[in-house]
């Protein structure tokens, strides 16, 4: 089918020149290049027909697609895939809800790849559209380049439910929410199974040209169907992985000759953690050494579509501020050392059921860690802080863990020397990495959130948390180096200049917001070492860290030695390693799925009637040829003979 448009690109030339080109003719090229496609050298007397750049002619390649793509866990799947070969569909630009009788059943071409602008990404419509999936071939998603006004949450309106502290044995009256729904404005669409591909595409130059090209050959105009030929879209995202975590995991277990490649990944990075003193390393699970605090916040994000996950409310807000209280504590532990150690955690993959939080408790279970989980003295976390004028900090508690006396009295000190507030006793933490903790052993601990009950994030892991949504910004006469020293009105509200951050990463690799703590943390918390790069290098791992910094008056980044206490752990669910145990209940089991090819491209397609025609007319002429061939082979010992010399000839 795509060969059919050369003629059509030759028709507006020629009129483009005055001419009105036969239609006879057209009909001839197309068959020209159908003939050529199967294979069968033909030289015609024509010329311009150049077939060895006919894909650049027809194609036009969408240079910004984000897709959504494939995740699994113990049960089932969730996410987006297209056909190997890609989803092929007509285009039509939704305009409204009420305009889906078009795609869904009254439009002549299907099946369709709606076009949505992003207030009409709800999940009404979504809904609709995969339930017609007959009809529809793909969605992509026009993202704008300023947040929307309503509210948008693809999550769930109950985070983690399911891996989190409050189940039935632990208290049945708190667990899936019954008492506080903490994401009302979640409609689960991140969690819905598509079997059809959906795209994020940049509201830029390529988006105007899929505009203009439905504008020119796709819209229906007085209700009457338009003609050929059409504006089709093409998405390539096809899934490796399918089923669930345990068909996924066996597949990859399975080492084919011909194919050795996996199917899937779990999900992993690593958690970021460093002490107020330093720690024996070597010695894993210190049962006797000093009780620590532990001060945690989360890393990662995710939104519906892959690597689109800025988690500026979700997540940074949380540890940046925890990064400004280790630096603001550093001389303060120095000059006086406190009577506990202050153990600062930043985990990954909390998004995903906790899981860089699950790791570390299992690790310090099973003396995998150098502190162990019985010199946890306490938790305090810092969650979602995205302070505006009118908001303010609350102290979230556990009232289940607080029945205990002694829980009690830690939770309950008065000696705070700032102004916050506290919900009401019967109100059960948020969603948090300290819920993993309680599930080991009832600890004492907090969770600084900036919601006294519902989250007051409008866009909860989605691709709208952004720096837009805190009111950041910056002047435009700014160079970049100067905007990371600028002070803007937003952040002397909050804690926060919040940079975006990447969607969680896979494997056991550490992911590009994780190395970003992990230096950021050290050259907050650690002195500088005044030795040169080859012995800092020669260091033990456990004592150095080598960060980056910019110089006072210049631009050219310079090199130090940094001694600190910070160190990289593992954050891979125990599900995966080392239980292997891939139905578990107990830990996270999400995998995402490999791929090869992400890529979306617009295209004109012809009538089925045309296409069986020029087929057929590919066919007779390859028909024709073999048997040209097979009478001309069969007669050339009379077509090519010549007569035969005298055998006496004289010369």
């Known amino acids: 089918e795509p060969y059919m448009d050369v003629a059509q690109i030759r028709l507006k030339k020629w009129k483009r ?6 239609y006879i003719w057209l009909q001839y090229e197309r068959s020209l290049c ?69 795609v869904l059943s009254k439009g002549p071409n299907p099946p369709y790849l709606v076009i949505l602008e992003a207030a009409l990404f709800t999940r009404s419509i979504m809904m609709k559209l995969k339930n017609g999936s007959n009809r529809v071939a793909g969605v992509a998603v026009v993202a704008p380049n300023t947040n929307p006004t309503e509210p948008f949450s693809p999550y769930t309106t109950c985070p983690n439910e399911n891996t989190g502290v409050y189940t039935e044995k632990y208290d049945p009256a708190y667990a899936h929410c019954n ?55 093409q998405l390539y995202s096809h899934m490796s992985a399918v089923t669930d975590t345990a068909t996924c995991m066996r597949r ?72 400004a209280a280790a630096h603001a504590l550093r001389n303060a532990t120095q000059e006086a050392p406190p009577n506990r150690t202050i153990l600062y955690t930043f985990f990954q993959g909390e998004t995903f059921d906790y899981i860089g939080s699950s790791r570390m408790v299992y690790d310090m279970e099973n003396n995998q860690f150098a502190v162990d989980l019985d010199n946890v003295h306490s938790v305090l976390e810092v969650g979602q802080v995205g302070l505006r004028s009118d908001s303010q900090l609350w102290l979230h508690s556990d ?59 409008r866009y909860y892991e989605s691709m709208y948390d952004n720096a837009e949504y805190l009111n950041i910004s910056y002047p435009s006469n700014l160079t970049a180096d100067e905007q990371l020293e600028h002070i803007t009105e937003t952040a002397t509200v909050p804690f926060t200049l919040s940079p975006p951050t990447a969607e969680f990463k896979f494997i056991h690799l550490s992911s590009e917001p994780t190395f970003l703590v992990q230096y950021l943390l050290a050259n907050l918390t650690g002195t500088v070492v005044n030795v040169t ?119």
């Open 17 to 22: 020149r005055g001419c009105d080109l036969p």
């Open 34 to 102: 159908a003939v050529l496609a199967t294979g069968l050298i033909v030289v015609f007397p024509f010329t311009g027909v150049g077939c060895n750049s006919v894909e650049k002619k027809i194609y036009v390649h969408l240079n910004y697609t984000v897709p959504c793509v494939r995740l699994l866990n113990a049960t089932h799947q969730i996410g987006c895939q297209s056909s190997l070969s890609g989803n092929v569909g007509v285009l039509h630009v939704l305009e409204s809800e009420d305009n889906l009788d078009w």
């Open 179 to 233: 008492v506080t729904v903490w994401n009302p404005l979640g409609n689960g669409l991140a969690y819905e199974e598509f079997d059809f591909p959906i795209f994020s595409l940049k509201d830029d130059n390529d988006t105007q040209v899929i505009r203009q090209c439905f504008l020119d050959h796709n819209q229906v105009v007085n209700g009457s169907a338009p003609q050929y030929p059409l504006c089709a879209m």
């Open 252 to 323: 990859n277990d399975i080492n084919f000759s011909i194919s050795p490649e996996g199917v899937c990944d779990p999900l992993g990075d690593s958690n970021v953690w460093a002490s107020s003193r330093p720690i024996n390393t070597t010695q894993k699970g210190h049962k006797n050494s000093e009780n620590v605090i532990i001060a945690a916040a989360r890393l990662d994000s995710r939104s519906f579509f892959f690597d689109i996950a800025p988690g500026a409310q979700s997540s940074v807000t949380g540890f940046v501020s925890l990064l």
């Open 399 to 457: 009232p289940v863990s607080r029945r205990n006396s002694s829980v009690n009295d830690e939770v309950a000190s008065k000696d705070l020397n700032v102004t916050v507030n506290q919900p009401q006793a019967s109100q059960p933490l948020p969603p948090s990495s300290f819920q993993r903790f309680l599930r080991a052993r009832p600890i004492p601990g907090i969770v600084i959130e900036d919601h006294q009950s519902v989250f007051t994030n």
């Open 533 to 651: 790069k080859e012995d800092c290098q020669h260091q033990r791992e456990d004592d150095k860290d080598k960060e980056s910094s910019v110089p006072p008056n210049g631009t050219q980044r310079e090199s130090f030695c940094v001694r600190s206490t910070v160190h990289l752990s593992k954050a891979l669910s125990p599900a995966f390693d080392p239980l292997k145990e891939y139905t578990s209940t107990e830990y996270s089991t999400w995998t995402e799925s490999r791929w090869k090819t992400i890529k979306g491209r617009i295209f004109l397609v012809a009538s089925h009637e045309l296409e069986m025609l020029t087929l057929g007319v590919g066919v007779g002429v390859l028909v024709t040829s073999l048997l040209l061939t097979y009478l001309i082979s069969s007669k050339a010992d009379i077509l090519f003979s010549s007569g035969r010399e005298p055998t006496n000839a004289t010369y």
